[in-house]
């Protein structure tokens, strides 16, 4: 086995027919050691294989559906867009070498690298292979836009001019690619880091149909190699890949191994075991066996795990539909601000985050943006416990002690029910009766997108490093089901804010700007900020370079395996 990984080394070092002759040779062993039936233990543990399991089945391989984690962290690993960003969330060349964007903030011109090569496969012919083009970006953009393609990623291209019909992408040449947008969007060189707009060649495309998404060619530093559905996915290392690190090719892996085990339990004991490296997030089920009350790794772990953790643009809330009147024929309380920001008032997040979290988040006082973005800020407080006070406002709406106010009713899912039990018991010491009704995700989903729903619980996952993917849930064009205005809040000196916002092109006046939209919404409370989420990693102290973002996006290039 140790010679295996020795020629591994070798070979990625070395180029031509070579290469190419031996790569062929040894890829099929490889994934025969990886995915065949036979002792876990023997069979990957002197290659260099990094092994997370992911409880959730994945449909695809297709960036053009990578909405979820599920399948944005191995899509990620299989394709490339034109910039990336960094572990500080910084945006960094990718194919793209540089850019420029004109001075009215429409105009986007990149270069592209002349070293970028799809993965080998059968659609390019005799070679093999093929080096990315600026055309290639046009046809993975439109594939997008395409309505036949319904892919869930179709609006990051909604700011690109349309002319007669057609958006405006243009190659100048082979390494030179024009975007124009129709008004200045500052967040759009973020957008174009995710990867919905990863390259995608059309060869491969055309000739596996709606096999794409099960036979992927990208350019990434890895490369689809075997996927049996819930059991296992294996991507391999691609030797042609076009960045380095000191001096050093990536990526450093022979291959990534993806296991399908739904069961947490499973997966948890697999990972003690040291059968996979590394599991993500917070479950109820091992967090009180691996963290302590503080939120700190156990002693009787720290040999063998390490904990790595940072802010996460993620945050959890409450939300009001803030523009129905009367449910059932009856007066809807929560119509009044004076009652929803009593409910803002009336428990305490810091108790909560310390009982049911072990402490991992950052209480939501600060407003809707979370911790890890600049317009993020700590000293402005909106709601914190007050009970009293909280009391006051009730009696102003005219229930006081909460007399005469009809119960109202939370819909959350199975997942926060704990969350929603500790809300219960603290308002109901202010004198407000209110009921929980659990459903399944899907179902919530559908009833908070057309509008279904008075009051309910729900998070906001950046979709790229903006807070104006945050505030853009509260402009009035955006109400539900047309875009992601689940409240139906509506302000038009928040919408006039926005509409500034987007023509400034200084990072600094424009968070200034943010933070006076935010303070209007506030004030208004359409949601109860729960608390901002932590990035969350147990790894094994065996694997060395997995860095950790507030996107937590999972980036394995430079990940090394220290047997």
Same mark, same amino acid.
């Given at each position: 086995m140790h010679a295996v990984n020795s020629d591994l080394s070798h070979i990625t070092a070395g180029g031509g027919r070579l290469l190419t002759g031996l790569i062929r040779f040894l890829l099929p062993f490889i994934c025969c050691i990886l995915a065949s039936c036979g002792n876990q233990d023997k069979r990957d543990f002197d290659l260099n294989v990094f092994r997370y399991n992911e409880a959730s089945n994945i449909s695809g391989l297709d960036p053009a559906y990578a909405r979820d984690q599920s399948v944005i962290w191995p899509v990620n690993q299989i394709f490339n867009g034109l910039v990336q960003m960094d572990d500080r969330l910084r945006i960094q060349p990718c194919i793209a070498s540089s =850019?420029?964007?004109?001075? #009215?903030?429409?105009?986007?011109?990149?270069?592209?690298?002349? #070293?970028?090569?799809?993965?080998?496969?059968?659609?390019?012919?005799?070679?093999r292979q093929r080096k990315v083009r600026a055309d290639d970006f046009i046809?993975?953009?439109?594939?997008?836009?395409?309505?036949?393609?319904?892919?869930s990623g179709s609006w990051i291209f909604d700011h690109v001019e349309m002319i007669a019909g057609k958006p405006s992408f243009a190659s100048v040449n082979d390494s030179m690619l024009v975007i124009r947008l129709k008004s200045p969007y500052p967040p759009f060189l973020s957008m174009l880091a995710m990867p919905y707009a990863?390259?995608?060649?059309?060869?491969?495309?055309?000739?596996?149909? &709606?096999?794409?998404?099960?036979?992927?060619?990208?350019?990434?530093?890895? $490369?689809?190699?075997? =996927?049996?559905?819930?059991?296992?996915?294996?991507?391999?290392?691609n030797p042609a890949y076009f960045e380095s690190e000191g001096g050093n090719k990536l990526p450093f892996l022979d291959a990534v191994s993806i296991t399908f085990l739904s069961d947490k339990q499973s997966s948890f004991l697999e990972f003690i075991k040291g059968k996979i490296d590394f599991i993500s997030g917070m479950d109820p089920l091992y967090?009180?066996?691996?963290?302590? &009350?503080?939120?700190?790794?156990?002693?009787?772990?720290?040999?063998?795990?390490?904990?790595?953790?940072?802010?996460?643009?993620?945050?959890?809330?409450? &939300?009001?539909?803030?523009?129905?009147?009367?449910?059932?024929?009856?007066?809807?309380?929560?119509? #009044?601000?004076?009652?929803?920001?009593?409910?803002?008032?009336?428990?305490?997040?810091?108790?909560?985050?310390?009982?049911?979290?072990?402490?991992?988040?950052?209480?939501?006082?600060h407003g809707i943006i979370p911790r890890g973005l600049p317009a993020y800020d700590s000293s402005v407080v909106f709601y914190d416990?007050?009970?009293?006070?909280?009391?006051?406002?009730?009696?102003?709406?005219?229930?006081?002690?909460?007399?005469?106010?009809?119960?109202?009713?939370?819909?959350?899912?199975?997942?926060?029910?704990?969350?929603c039990k500790h809300i219960q018991h603290q308002l109901s010491e202010i004198g407000i009766e209110m009921n929980i009704e659990v459903?399944?995700?899907?179902?919530?989903?559908? $009833?908070? /997108?057309? /509008?279904?729903?008075p009051f309910f619980r729900a998070s906001w996952i950046a979709d790229y490093p903006d807070a104006e993917n945050y505030l853009l849930m509260f402009l009035s064009r955006n109400f539900c089901p047309r875009g992601p205005n689940y409240t139906h809040f509506s302000d038009p000196s928040f919408d006039r804010l926005y509409e500034i916002s987007?023509?400034?092109?200084?990072?600094?006046?424009?968070? &200034?700007?943010?933070?006076? $939209?935010?303070?209007?919404m506030m004030d208004e409370s359409p949601v109860v900020v729960l608390y901002y989420d932590q990035v969350l990693?147990?790894?094994?102290?065996?694997?060395?370079?997995?860095?950790?973002?507030? $996107?937590?996006?999972?980036?394995?290039?430079?990940?090394?395996?220290?047997?």
């Open positions: =850019w420029k964007i004109s001075e #009215d903030g429409k105009e986007y011109t990149f270069h592209l690298r002349q #070293d970028v090569f799809f993965h080998q496969d059968a659609v390019f012919g005799t070679g046809f993975s953009f439109d594939r997008i836009i395409d309505p036949a393609t319904a892919s990863s390259v995608v060649p059309r060869e491969a495309v055309m000739a596996y149909q &709606g096999r794409f998404a099960r036979h992927p060619v990208g350019t990434g530093p890895f $490369m689809f190699r075997y =996927w049996k559905e819930g059991v296992k996915l294996v991507l391999v290392k967090k009180d066996e691996l963290l302590t &009350g503080e939120g700190l790794l156990k002693p009787e772990y720290r040999q063998r795990f390490e904990l790595v953790t940072q802010p996460y643009l993620n945050t959890e809330y409450l &939300g009001f539909l803030i523009d129905v009147q009367k449910t059932d024929g009856k007066p809807n309380p929560l119509y #009044d601000k004076r009652v929803r920001k009593a409910i803002n008032l009336a428990f305490d997040r810091k108790k909560m985050i310390f009982f049911l979290r072990n402490n991992i988040g950052t209480p939501g006082t416990f007050q009970p009293e006070i909280a009391k006051k406002l009730l009696s102003e709406a005219g229930y006081p002690g909460g007399k005469g106010m009809p119960p109202i009713t939370l819909v959350s899912t199975p997942d926060y029910l704990d969350f459903n399944t995700p899907a179902a919530v989903k559908e $009833m908070k /997108a057309s /509008a279904r729903l987007m023509n400034q092109t200084d990072d600094s006046v424009r968070t &200034g700007l943010y933070r006076k $939209m935010q303070r209007i990693r147990f790894v094994s102290r065996r694997v060395k370079g997995l860095g950790s973002n507030p $996107m937590n996006m999972l980036s394995l290039k430079k990940v090394r395996i220290i047997h």
